[in-house]
């Protein structure tokens, strides 16, 4: 059996007392089409293999189980706070996740919070002189309602955090080529940001792993959300982007528009020790 492999933001991984990773599919029990290291409760696996997936994720971590916190995600742009009274919240279950929630702010130590995704884009949000964090779930749906500025400003409102003290992890999430969408999501992108929406034309539309049937335009979701973090007062240089694409590797991730809507979900946990 694989052994559990997960990845972090270079510079992330350097804020002192923050903690995180992302997980890739290997390393857990679930059976196809979930295989391996689901995390997710609400996809159609069998809750006993996901629990225990995300036990054999939390013991690799070195951390409880039981102490995770999880949202009930809903494509939207609602960001909550989470404190020391929403200890375990949906980490064994999918019952009582935080509802109607797709980013959680933690100023806690020893209190880990978890997004779930298979093609959205996972982001992490630190200030580390404030000392709170933000994990943050963001599809298109939720980018064009700009989730991530919103959750900065709710940092600020918060915690008193200063946008350029920010630093910022986007993670895997599906390529320009990989993400085709129709005229009324792309018109709503290119009100944030036109360059973030390419257009289709004879190049694009024979791009590897899309059908090139349709002269559809394709969004750059990693340019759109780099763009609302940098309107909210991120400095570019406080912006990290893992170049992976769940649909392009669905030997390593999870994908939704890859493995036709059948699959799991992959993760990103963030905790301060």
């Known amino acids: 059996m694989a052994s559990i492999s997960t990845l972090q933001f270079a510079a992330l991984a350097a804020v002192s007392g923050l903690r995180h990773a992302v997980t890739t599919r290997t390393g857990g029990v679930s059976r196809a089409p979930y295989g391996s290291l689901n995390l997710g409760y609400h996809v159609g696996d069998d809750p006993a293999r996901v629990s225990e997936n995300r036990r054999k994720l939390a013991a690799h971590l070195g951390l409880d189980a039981n102490a995770l916190v999880a949202a009930q995600q809903t494509h939207g742009a609602r960001a909550r706070v989470v404190e020391a009274s929403c200890h375990g919240r949906g980490a064994l279950d999918y019952e009582s996740a935080i509802p109607d929630t797709d980013a959680l702010l933690v100023r806690e130590t020893g209190l880990p919070v978890l997004m779930l995704v298979a093609d959205c884009a996972p982001i992490l949000l630190a200030d580390a002189k404030q000392h709170v964090l933000a994990a943050v779930h963001a599809g298109w749906r939720g980018a064009v309602a700009r989730i991530a500025s919103q959750t900065v400003m709710k940092m600020q409102e918060e915690f008193g955090s200063l946008p ?46 899309m059908p090139g049937s349709e002269a559809k335009p394709y969004l750059d979701l990693r340019a759109l959300l780099r763009h609302d973090l940098q309107s909210a007062g991120v400095r570019e240089e406080h912006l990290e982007v893992m170049p992976r694409c769940p649909r392009c590797d669905t030997a390593t991730w999870f994908s939704h528009r890859g493995e036709n809507g059948k699959t799991g979900r992959f993760g990103m946990v963030a905790w301060w020790e």
């Open 164 to 209: 350029a003290e920010i630093r910022a992890g986007i993670g895997p999430c599906l390529c320009p080529p990989c993400f085709e969408i129709g005229d009324e999501v792309a018109q709503a992108a290119r009100a944030i940001d036109a360059a973030a929406v390419q257009e289709a034309n004879a190049t694009n539309v024979t791009w590897p792993g």
